[in-house]
């Protein structure tokens, strides 16, 4: 709505600075970015000196108002995804919560909702290729690939548990997850985001690519939704893919609230298990370390 304020009223000129910081997001162009703000100068109802407008920006100013506008830019549409969220994530909260009244006021029934969610994500969010125009795009080498540092922990907090699964099970895996999220609605696959990758295999006893290399499966989970990912989310995929020997990332969720899953499964998928318990206990002999959850987790009594 702001925007469309914004651009009514501010005509062409707004279109030019908007594809303006677009071009500057995407290439990190510092000359785009001085032509960002010679946009505004020109068009500003402040006055400026002649010589103001004549000399040019240093490459530094440049540097530092490229950066600002990329920053802005993106906290701004962290700021939108995460109200987004926030909102779809208490469809199922009491009709007495005010993101649930936000949800019935833009969606009215789920039904509604369960329709239209896809068709905003492809076409607002992520939009898909069309069949003959391929997408294309151009970065930096060191900012071409996302990165998880990118992310506002407060404008987009995210919890995840990540399954990490011999490589060889990759095709399995991926048709077992396809036919999941095929016989699925958004109740059970979620309105968030999962991520796929490979990891190296590793020397570490307690690595969860310990002499295997592995694909990691990451399941997101965005942390103001009104539910706790622990209660349903999660446990349908520690049970789904329990048949492929799975080890979990020891800093994410761990299997709780599963009861198809045995107390010791994660120990049984670890062939150095025992020995770095001896270690553990060599080192730490009063438990002075070991806290109620790594006693649960660890299978200890």
């Given at each position: 709505?702001?925007?469309?304020?914004?651009?009514?009223?501010?005509?062409?000129?707004?279109?030019?600075?908007?594809?303006?910081?677009?071009?500057?997001?995407?290439?990190?162009?510092?000359?785009?970015?001085?032509?960002?703000?010679?946009l505004?100068?020109?068009?500003?109802?402040?006055?400026?000196?002649?010589?103001?407008?004549?000399n040019?920006?240093?490459?530094?100013?440049?540097?530092?108002?490229?950066?600002l506008?990329?920053?802005?830019?993106?906290?701004?549409?962290?700021?939108?995804?995460?109200?987004?969220?926030?909102?779809?994530?208490?469809?199922?909260?009491?009709?007495?919560?005010?993101?649930?009244?936000?949800?019935?006021?833009?969606?009215?029934?789920?039904e509604?909702?369960?329709?239209?969610?896809?068709?905003?994500?492809?076409?607002l969010?992520?939009?898909?290729?069309?069949?003959?125009?391929?997408?294309?795009?151009?970065?930096?080498?060191?900012?071409?690939?996302?990165?998880?540092?990118?992310?506002?922990?407060?404008?987009?907090?995210?919890?995840?548990?990540?399954?990490?699964?011999?490589?060889?099970?990759?095709?399995?895996?991926?048709?077992?997850?396809?036919?999941?999220?095929?016989?699925?609605?958004?109740?059970?696959?979620?309105?968030?985001?999962?991520?796929?990758?490979?990891?190296?295999?590793?020397?570490?006893?307690?690595?969860?690519?310990?002499?295997?290399?592995?694909?990691?499966?990451?399941?997101?989970?965005?942390?103001?939704?009104?539910?706790?990912?622990?209660?349903?989310?999660?446990?349908?995929f520690?049970?789904?893919?329990?048949?492929?020997?799975?080890?979990?990332?020891?800093?994410?969720?761990?299997?709780?609230?599963?009861?198809?899953?045995?107390?010791?499964?994660?120990?049984?998928?670890?062939?150095?298990?025992?020995?770095?318990?001896?270690?553990?206990?060599?080192?730490?002999?009063?438990?002075?370390?070991?806290?109620?959850?790594?006693?649960?987790?660890?299978?200890?009594?």
């Amino acid at each position: 709505l702001l925007l469309g304020i914004i651009e009514t009223s501010a005509g062409p000129w707004f279109e030019g600075v908007i594809e303006k910081i677009k071009e500057a997001m995407m290439q990190d162009d510092h000359a785009k970015a001085a032509e960002v703000q010679q946009l505004f100068l020109a068009n500003s109802k402040n006055s400026f000196s002649a010589e103001t407008l004549a000399n040019p920006i240093s490459d530094a100013a440049r540097q530092k108002l490229a950066t600002l506008l990329t920053e802005a830019s993106e906290q701004f549409i962290q700021a939108i995804g995460g109200l987004f969220y926030t909102v779809i994530g208490h469809r199922n909260a009491p009709t007495t919560n005010i993101w649930k009244q936000w949800f019935d006021a833009i969606f009215k029934t789920e039904e509604i909702f369960e329709f239209v969610y896809p068709l905003i994500m492809t076409n607002l969010f992520v939009p898909l290729d069309k069949d003959d125009e391929p997408q294309e795009f151009w970065d930096t080498w060191w900012q071409g690939l996302p990165m998880d540092n990118q992310i506002d922990d407060l404008l987009l907090p995210t919890r995840f548990t990540e399954l990490w699964i011999p490589l060889d099970q990759t095709e399995a895996v991926m048709s077992k997850l396809n036919a999941f999220f095929e016989a699925s609605d958004l109740s059970k696959t979620g309105t968030f985001s999962y991520e796929f990758y490979a990891t190296t295999k590793s020397k570490f006893w307690m690595s969860p690519s310990y002499e295997q290399d592995v694909v990691r499966v990451d399941v997101f989970w965005f942390a103001y939704n009104y539910e706790r990912p622990v209660d349903s989310f999660y446990p349908q995929f520690w049970a789904l893919l329990k048949e492929f020997d799975y080890r979990l990332h020891w800093g994410k969720f761990l299997v709780q609230n599963t009861p198809s899953v045995p107390k010791d499964y994660l120990q049984k998928r670890y062939p150095k298990w025992e020995s770095w318990l001896a270690v553990r206990e060599e080192l730490d002999p009063n438990n002075l370390f070991l806290t109620d959850y790594w006693r649960t987790h660890l299978n200890l009594s």
